[in-house]
């Protein structure tokens, strides 16, 4: 079992950048497979990237691809989400999830153990 903390969240002006991170506790970091979600006002929650166990795969919503990257330091147990050139429509809650699953997930299903999350406001 895996316990994950997200950081990071703030107010930042649209074109501006921010990095999340995803600090974990409990059994290692590398035995599980990475995502951030996000979950916007009134809207369910979406994926946003993922991240293989050992990092050297990943995959993006298209609607932050080249402007979105998630990485991993697995001898640190964190997650993070480098986020440029922001807009006011990624103004959501960003949450760090962990996949005891083999392979890059996508789905909410997929994902074993959640974060409490961390606010992202973009402003215009």
């Known amino acids: 079992q895996v316990q994950v903390v997200e950081s990071g969240g703030g107010l930042v002006q649209a074109g501006g950048s921010l990095r999340l991170s995803c600090a974990s506790s409990g059994r290692a970091l590398i035995t599980y497979g990475m995502g951030w979600f996000r979950q916007a006002p009134g809207k369910e929650r979406e994926f946003v990237a993922g991240?293989?166990?050992?990092?050297?795969?990943?995959t993006y919503a298209d609607s932050v691809k080249g402007r979105f990257t998630i990485s991993r330091d697995n001898a640190k147990n964190t997650v993070f989400l480098q986020m440029n050139n922001l807009k006011p429509e990624d103004t959501a809650v960003y949450y760090c999830?962990?996949?005891?699953?083999?392979?890059?997930?996508?789905?909410?299903?997929?994902?074993?153990?959640w974060g409490q999350g961390t606010q992202v406001t973009v402003s215009s």
């Open positions: 991240i293989f166990r050992g990092g050297y795969s990943t």
């Open positions: 999830a962990a996949s005891a699953g083999y392979g890059l997930s996508t789905t909410e299903l997929q994902y074993d153990y």
